[in-house]
């Protein structure tokens, strides 16, 4: 599938997604409400492709003079992708444990306490919610419903983006720094692998819990219909 239609496929799923999240109840999100814009945040290729896509040149190179000022800074890098760890879990295998920062820094785009390219952000900050404002708390406050909701949408985004690849959102952003080259200059993202990034695998099968199969199945025939009508 060509990145045109992927990225409009990519759109429709983060504006069900935004339906979904509307019709939360009781969440504390709010604007400059910003505890959870951190540099451990992840993305796909392709949801850094519609990011920088989305900017005006000067725009696009002071992101990515930031990012690249910033690139030697300790962040979280996946192990597993989603569908990754959705394969341990059919095989009933235990996943490596992941290791994470010890300090929590935030994200090198978050300026005033808020993100100047909310529109475009990837799907890693469009499934932060939570009932109690994470600062107050020290974590955040999700339903599990919400959980499985969001590993749906994440297992969806990485199998659309394949064969591209997935890890921590600024070694994302570099492996497409192209330094503002144009058409048939861009440079081709290089293999995941080289660039510190996972590739993006298959779903295997979504990860649903039980109690959840019923009550997810409006959400699903959005995605299909989505999917059907690209
Ligand atoms: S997820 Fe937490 S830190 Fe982020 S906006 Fe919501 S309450 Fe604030
Ligand atoms: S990209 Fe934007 S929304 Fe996502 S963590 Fe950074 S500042 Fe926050």
Same mark, same amino acid.
């Given at each position: 599938?060509?990145?045109?239609?992927?990225?409009?496929? @990519?759109?429709? @799923?983060?504006?069900?997604?935004?339906?979904?999240?509307?019709?939360?109840? !009781?969440?504390?999100?709010?604007?400059?409400?910003?505890?959870?814009?951190?540099?451990?945040?992840?993305?796909?290729?392709?949801?850094?492709?519609?990011?920088?896509?989305?900017?005006?040149?000067?725009?696009?190179?002071?992101?990515?003079?930031?990012?690249?000022?910033?690139?030697?800074?300790?962040?979280?890098?996946?192990?597993?992708?989603?569908?990754?760890?959705?394969?341990?879990? @059919?095989?009933?295998?235990?996943?490596?444990?992941?290791?994470?920062?010890?300090?929590?820094?935030?994200?090198?785009?978050?300026?005033?306490?808020?993100?100047?390219?909310?529109?475009?952000?990837?799907?890693?900050?469009?499934?932060?919610?939570?009932?109690?404002?994470?600062?107050?708390?020290?974590?955040?406050?999700?339903?599990?419903?919400?959980?499985?909701?969001?590993?749906?949408? @994440?297992?969806?985004?990485?199998?659309?983006?394949?064969?591209?690849?997935?890890?921590?959102? !600024?070694?994302?952003?570099?492996?497409?720094?192209?330094?503002?080259?144009?058409?048939?200059?861009?440079?081709?993202?290089?293999?995941?692998?080289?660039?510190?990034?996972?590739?993006?695998?298959?779903?295997?099968?979504?990860?649903?819990?039980?109690?959840?199969?019923?009550?997810?199945?409006?959400?699903?025939?959005?995605?299909?219909?989505?999917?059907?009508?690209?």
């Amino acid at each position: 599938m060509d990145v045109p239609r992927r990225i409009r496929l @990519l759109e429709g @799923l983060y504006q069900i997604h935004a339906d979904f999240t509307a019709s939360l109840e !009781s969440l504390a999100c709010r604007l400059h409400c910003d505890d959870c814009c951190t540099r451990n945040v992840t993305m796909t290729t392709l949801e850094g492709i519609y990011l920088l896509d989305g900017l005006q040149p000067v725009e696009r190179k002071q992101l990515m003079a930031t990012v690249r000022g910033q690139a030697d800074q300790p962040r979280y890098r996946p192990l597993l992708t989603t569908n990754t760890l959705a394969r341990y879990c @059919l095989e009933e295998r235990e996943p490596p444990e992941e290791s994470h920062p010890e300090k929590i820094m935030p994200c090198p785009l978050l300026a005033d306490r808020a993100c100047p390219f909310y529109s475009r952000r990837p799907f890693g900050c469009r499934c932060f919610v939570s009932r109690r404002r994470c600062g107050d708390h020290g974590y955040a406050d999700v339903d599990d419903w919400v959980v499985t909701a969001n590993t749906v949408f @994440l297992q969806t985004i990485e199998n659309l983006d394949r064969p591209g690849c997935f890890g921590n959102f !600024s070694d994302v952003l570099l492996s497409l720094d192209d330094g503002g080259a144009k058409g048939d200059e861009k440079k081709s993202p290089p293999a995941c692998e080289a660039a510190g990034l996972l590739p993006n695998q298959p779903t295997p099968a979504l990860m649903i819990p039980p109690e959840h199969r019923e009550k997810i199945q409006p959400l699903l025939q959005a995605i299909r219909a989505l999917a059907n009508a690209s």
